[in-house]
């Protein structure tokens, strides 16, 4: 059975989709854009793009039960790879050792210009 997680400190969902669902002991994170909660704003550096994606995966995994320390995997999803050394910078101040599993992909274009989203999977 799968649970609905909605969680009001991150952004709504701009689609027909959940900004996480559990099931089974696992949360799946929805891919979080850097859309500051309370003011729908965009910040256009990265790292700060980097830092408010993170802060909506964490407000969404708390909601649900979690921590960061219970995230296993993370996609990033970058408009320009030649900024990865800046994301990752940034990625790091938000996981203690082991770090989840991750993997980075360079995409043509990301919704609302975003130049990251970031999605997660967690055990609970």
Known sequence: MKKQIVCKNAPAAIGPYSQAIAANGMLFVSGQLPIDPVTGDMNEDVKEQTR????????????????????????????????????????????????????????????????????????L
Request: net charge negative; with cysteine.
């Open 52 to 123: 408010q994606a993170l802060e909506n995966v964490k407000a969404i995994v708390t909601e649900a039960g979690g921590s960061m320390d219970n995230i296993v995997k993370c996609s990033v999803y970058m408009s320009d790879l030649g900024d990865f050394g800046e994301m990752n910078e940034a990625y790091g101040k938000f996981f203690n050792d082991p770090a989840p599993a991750r993997v980075t992909f360079e995409v043509a274009r990301l919704p609302k210009d975003a130049q990251v989203e970031i999605e997660a999977i967690v055990m």
